[in-house]
């Protein structure tokens, strides 16, 4: 299993898959930018690429990761969390050594890319 999803994070990603078409799949991975040089992307797609993606059933939801992700996001867990404020999904990234106080920008350690502002 590449990444683990919580109950919290299951039962978030099940409500919000009631509103998006009967084919779509929970994709995570990374994409460059961020003040630690990388940032995550969560969110559905419904068009895989055979040759690119690996697709996983996840505590009952089904995910997509593009493959050049998987060595980086390996091991992450994703939660959901409630507060007064509202919800949101937290991500967990042993592979990470930096992370910036946002909790959505991070770097791995074999990162050599650019690194932008807050």
């Given amino acids: 299993m590449i990444i683990t999803l919580t109950d919290n994070a299951r039962n978030q990603v099940k409500e919000m898959m009631k509103e998006e078409n009967d084919n779509v799949r929970l994709r995570f991975g990374i994409q460059g930018g961020g003040c630690s040089g990388l ?57 990470a050594i930096v992370s910036c106080g946002c909790g959505s920008s991070f770097r791995p350690k074999e990162y050599s890319g650019p690194i932008e502002k807050c």
């Avoid at 493959?67 to 969390?81: L, W």
Wanted: proline share 5%; aromatic share 10%.
């Fill in 39 to 95: 940032s995550y992307s969560l969110g559905f797609d419904d068009e895989i690429n055979e040759e690119l993606d690996v697709i996983e059933e996840i505590n009952e939801i089904p995910v997509v990761f593009f493959n050049q992700d998987v060595p980086i996001i390996e091991g992450t867990t994703i939660d959901f969390k409630q507060n007064m404020m509202g919800g949101g999904f937290s991500i967990e990234n042993p592979n």
